[in-house]
């Protein structure tokens, strides 16, 4: 069995980081202009089949540039999810807009039933824009997180979007590589079936430049956009004229040096990120009190991150947690729901039942993809001990 301590997620760099990275500081194109640059686009537009890729410094970044090309304004509304990472929903506010929460299905992903609920019950069209009837409000768009590697319901949710008229942005920062195997989409990757998709390199990503993002669209006119925003929105390449507010977004030579190297890796990735999901599974199955999430039928998942479901144990899941830290395996739990938050008390929660559910009882276990058979063994005795 393993022995030391087995962190949740840390990057592999074992392909040709090093090489490129040199080649980065030998060339001396180190900041945001460089061949790595556009390279890592194509590979990532290539890989996805995107029309286009545009890379920046992180998926927050991303996710802020997408809501400007999908038009959202001061005062208006954006639909997200309160189950996810507080940066899916923090530049809502950036642009002086507020979030409408909405509750998760058992995917953990945004629910399109109550997305439709809403926009029905709540809203109403005025001249093919979907004002919410309370407030008074535009809401302007729809942000979908694709969670820990699985993929929302985009059938149903596509439907709602195109319906409402609702730009549609797929916060795919977890789900590089996820694609839906069948139905209406089959073949198509997470991050490219709404109008943006946004994908994040954070470190304990499936794929990392230490920190950084890409933006992808189906739109040459969106991706031309989101280059020109992230670039301090010049509007002549040689003197200093500006013809929007901008921003310093670009992501650097150097990071996408790094990037490179990693997506020639995605796929042995992916295929350990599976392997390991089973392993676990075929331990967990049988012990009473816990399960192992699943992913939604006929989607190919990336498998980003491993959720073990807690109930009825003899220790709560903070206990668990507690105790796995002191035998040396680093777990953590899901994420506290957003619209709970102190930075958005008051907002609009539109029938949340189910996300508090996951909130208390969903632990997220070690999923870095040179973990070992042995580790993953040693996690799940642990597990047994603990709960026993």
Request: charged fraction near 20%.
């Amino acid at each position: 069995m393993s022995e030391g301590f087995i962190p949740l997620s840390v990057p592999s760099l074992k392909g040709k980081e090093l090489e490129y990275v040199t080649e980065a500081v030998r060339s001396e194109w180190v900041s945001t202009a460089g061949s790595y640059v556009s390279d890592f686009e194509a590979s990532i537009a290539d890989y996805v089949d995107a029309q286009g890729a545009v890379a920046c410094q992180s998926g927050t970044a991303g996710i802020h540039t997408a809501l400007i090309l999908a038009g959202v304004k001061a005062d208006d509304l954006v639909i997200v999810p309160t189950l996810t990472f507080i940066a899916a929903v923090n530049p809502v506010k950036y642009l002086g807009a507020d979030p409408v929460f909405m509750d998760c299905d058992d995917s953990l992903c945004i629910d399109p039933k109550k997305v439709r609920a809403f926009c029905t019950q709540e809203c109403e069209m005025r001249d093919g824009v979907l004002f919410h009837k309370a407030s008074n409000r535009r809401v302007s768009a729809l942000v979908v997180v694709h969670v820990f590697g699985n993929m929302a319901d985009m059938g149903e949710l596509m439907e709602i979007a195109q319906e409402f008229h609702l730009p549609l942005i797929e916060d795919a920062t977890e789900a590089l590589g996820t694609y839906y195997e069948e139905g209406p989409f089959a073949g198509s990757y997470a991050g490219t079936i709404g109008d943006i998709g946004i994908y994040s390199f954070n470190g304990n990503k499936i794929i990392t430049t230490g920190g950084g993002g890409m933006i992808v669209s189906r739109s040459d006119e969106y991706l031309a956009h989101a280059k020109h925003l992230t670039t301090q929105a010049k509007s002549d390449p040689l003197y200093y004229e500006h013809d929007e507010i901008g921003y310093n977004y670009r992501l650097t030579n150097l990071q996408a040096a790094l990037g490179l190297a990693q997506m020639e890796q995605l796929d042995r990735f992916i295929e350990t990120k599976n392997k390991n999901y089973d392993h676990y599974q075929s331990l967990l199955k049988d012990i009473e009190g816990v399960s192992l999430l699943g992913f939604r039928e006929g989607v190919n998942s990336n498998k980003w991150f491993y959720s073990l479901l807690c109930e009825d144990l003899a220790i709560d899941r903070d206990a668990l947690i507690s105790f796995l830290q002191t035998k040396g395996i680093q777990t953590r739990p899901i994420w506290g729901l957003i619209h709970e938050q102190a930075p958005y008390e008051g907002a609009v929660a539109y029938q949340i039942t189910e996300a508090p559910k996951y909130r208390s009882k969903v632990v997220n276990l070690p999923c870095s993809t040179n973990l070992e058979k042995e580790d993953i063994d040693r996690v799940v005795t642990m597990i047994e001990e603990a709960i026993a």
